[in-house]
């Protein structure tokens, strides 16, 4: 049947082409706007001249029939090739010895199990055949069946420390020419070896777990099984909230509990929120009654996909796992977001109903609410320099940075300073805060004594020594009396008696933060593992804490096979060269050379931001903007006084809705 024009009526120039095929006439049409037919329609959406006639069928051809010839790559065990081809050789010698001398071999026929091949070859000049062989080794599974191949256990196994899923695996296998395996046969050995790094993981952690205690004890701790751990939650999701969804955006959550006694900071206790399972969805859709989890046979999930994902909940299962060892914890370190350290405690008071877990706040953490705070602070228009409002605000920016830097300095100098003694740093921090906000206004006769990080003189101040004010050129402030307070509350945001006493330990969450960042790899926020999300974040804490070269070799191991003496001296390579990078970052001249490259990106930025290219983007800039309309759909700006008179009645002032008609 012809396709109509745009109108639905025949087109007076119309012109017929020839038969289309179906991808070509899927790419001419599309449908009308009332959905009944398919035109044809140029840029402007206008009808075209041509009829389109029904598009022909070809054939296609069969994609999934067998080659008739074995080509392309393979991967195979290269003793077991040896093997076989010695096999070959001397089978064929003993039965046709005296007809062929010389034999030409080719493959005859091969077997596949995913990536683990079987092949057999026969002589094209005499009439043998040898039986299939084995190129792969198989794993030791203690069932009975037939056992699966090593190489199939493997893949997975690499697949759980990154981002690529089974379908990516068997592009990444086409590209090298190498037969990929049915999808759900790999799916199903991924679904195993997960739940079998599962278990090796919780045995290293364990593991762990026992030589902190052993450290606490060589110390000579009293209470050697009482530890510190750092507790940071992480969701699959970059935003909280979603626009099209009822509820949290996030459909998983997890946990790390990171011990705090000791240099390395092992992970000694995780937890994993779930909501995905992908068969009771399967079966929802399909009109079945299923309650996720546990509501059918193999549910992934382990939490209802109505409850929200709670960190007090995860703080207590990391709390459990460690009173099941015997373990204590007295001091949980948090950032502002959740409530773990409250989970912990009652998970601990199974074991002790009076033990009480201190929250210790993270430093780092409690620095970038200071800076949002200040950044968003209403201070007077004549504190900051700048001629312009956006001038102004920038300033504000570069002084929200540097009051940030300055208290985390004037911090780690007080600790320093006294040797961590929390009475005189506390009984010294009124004057601190004192100095600190009359230096701000320009008042240094305190600086000396009692500022900690500014001298006072002309050149050893800190509008000279801080790297935000000096390369930005702010040397004073115009504060007000109401700007002091304001700048003082700022200051005890971090250097108040309680919060100093929540950072006496100098733990924080910074390490759970870079283990958040490697959870991005194996388990990114814009793709939902929801079988195997929990092997892979347990292939992550083994990578994290025995190096990537060294988890490699334990999962190998686990599995039941064994890696060449080449691949574990790479493997080795790799774990020195991670563990190089680990402690360099930590070196005085590095870190050093580190703030100096920051402090020149500061004032390359300040000298050559006037003159740049300012960005032109804008969010929203070109989006519609909403007015707000009065019942008889008057503009607010002509409404004047009598807005706010009629504000009480919902009815009168609406945002471009008409207004309701009561009866």
């Not at 075209?48 to 991967?75: F, H, K, M, W, Y």
């Not at 780092?364 to 949002?372: M, N, P």
């Not at 004037?410 to 300073?417: N, S, V």
Request: positive net charge; aromatic residues 4%.
């Amino acid at each position: 049947m012809p396709v109509e024009d745009q109108a639905g009526h025949p087109n007076d120039r119309t012109v017929f082409t020839r038969r289309l095929t179906t991808e070509e006439f899927k790419l001419v049409t599309k449908p009308s706007h009332d959905g009944r037919s398919l035109i044809a329609s140029d840029t402007e959406d206008r009808p075209c001249p041509a009829r389109i006639l029904r598009p022909s069928t070809v054939p296609q051809e069969d994609s999934d029939s067998e080659p008739d010839n074995i080509e392309g790559n393979r991967i195979i065990d290269v003793l077991l090739m040896v093997k076989m081809w010695n096999s070959v050789f001397r089978l064929h010698a003993e039965k046709h010895h005296e007809t062929c001398k010389i034999p030409e071999f080719e493959l005859d026929t091969e077997s596949k199990r995913a990536l683990g091949w079987s092949c057999s070859v026969r002589c094209a000049k005499c009439s043998y055949r040898s039986p299939l062989h084995k190129l792969y080794r198989e794993a030791d599974t203690n069932k009975p069946g037939p056992k699966p191949a090593l190489v199939n256990r493997y893949l997975p196994s690499a697949l759980c420390g990154q981002s690529v899923s089974t379908k990516g695996a068997r592009l990444l296998l086409g590209h090298l020419n190498i037969p990929a395996g049915a999808k759900s046969g790999m799916q199903r050995q991924a679904n195993l070896v997960s739940k079998e790094i599962t278990a090796l993981n919780k045995i290293d952690m364990a593991e762990k777990t026992r030589q902190v205690v052993e450290v606490n004890h060589l110390r000579g701790d009293a209470n050697p099984s009482t530890i510190g751990i750092a507790l940071d939650g992480r969701y699959n999701s970059t935003s909280f909230g979603s626009a099209k969804k009822p509820g949290m955006n996030a459909s998983q959550g997890m946990s790390l509990g990171i011990e705090t006694s000791t240099p390395k900071k092992w992970i000694v206790a995780r937890t994993l929120q779930n909501k995905l399972c992908w068969t009771g969805a399967w079966l929802r859709g399909k009109g079945y009654d299923v309650n996720c989890p546990g509501g059918h046979p193999d549910c992934t999930a382990n939490t209802d996909r109505y409850d929200g994902l709670s960190e007090h909940a995860m703080g207590k299962n990391i709390g459990d796992q460690l009173t099941s060892q015997g373990i204590l914890v007295k001091y949980a370190t948090t950032d502002g977001d959740g409530t773990g350290a409250k989970g912990i405690e009652e998970a601990m008071q199974a074991l002790d109903p009076m033990w009480k877990v201190e929250r210790l706040a993270d430093p780092t953490h409690l620095g970038k609410a200071q800076f949002r705070k200040s950044n968003s602070a209403k201070f007077s228009e004549s504190m900051f320099p700048g001629r312009t409002r956006l001038m102004r605000a920038h300033s504000q920016k570069i002084f929200s940075q540097d009051l940030k830097a300055r208290s985390s300095l004037i911090f780690k100098d007080l600790m320093k300073l006294h040797n961590g003694n929390m009475d005189i740093i506390t009984k010294r921090l009124p004057a601190v805060l004192d100095a600190t906000v009359a230096c701000y206004s320009g008042d240094c006769s305190k600086c000396k004594q009692h500022s900690v990080v500014c001298s006072g003189g002309d050149s050893n101040n800190w509008w000279t020594r801080s790297m935000f004010l000096s390369a930005n050129k702010i040397h004073g402030l115009q504060m007000t009396s109401d700007d002091e307070m304001l700048v003082l509350e700022l200051l005890k945001m971090k250097l108040s008696t309680e919060t100093v006493q929540s950072m006496r330990l100098s733990t924080s969450t910074q390490k759970n933060e870079g283990c958040h960042r490697t959870l991005n790899v194996s388990l990114p926020k814009y793709q939902n593992f929801g079988r195997n999300a929990e092997g892979r974040l347990d292939n992550t804490i083994l990578t994290i804490n025995n190096t990537a070269g060294k988890a490699t070799q334990q999962k190998v191991d686990h599995l039941g096979g064994t890696l060449s003496k080449e691949v574990r001296h790479q493997l080795d390579q790799i774990s020195s060269e991670e563990m190089y990078q680990r402690q360099r970052q930590y070196k005085p001249d590095v870190k050093k050379r580190n703030l100096e490259l920051l402090v020149e990106q500061h004032r390359e930025h300040a000298n050559r931001s006037k003159s740049a290219r300012k960005s032109d983007y804008r969010k929203g800039q070109l989006d519609p903007t909403l007015h707000r309309t009065r019942g008889d759909n008057q503009p607010q700006d002509h409404l004047g006084e009598d807005i706010h008179s009629n504000r009480s009645d919902p009815h009168t002032l609406v945002l471009g809705i008409l207004p309701i008609q009561k009866d």
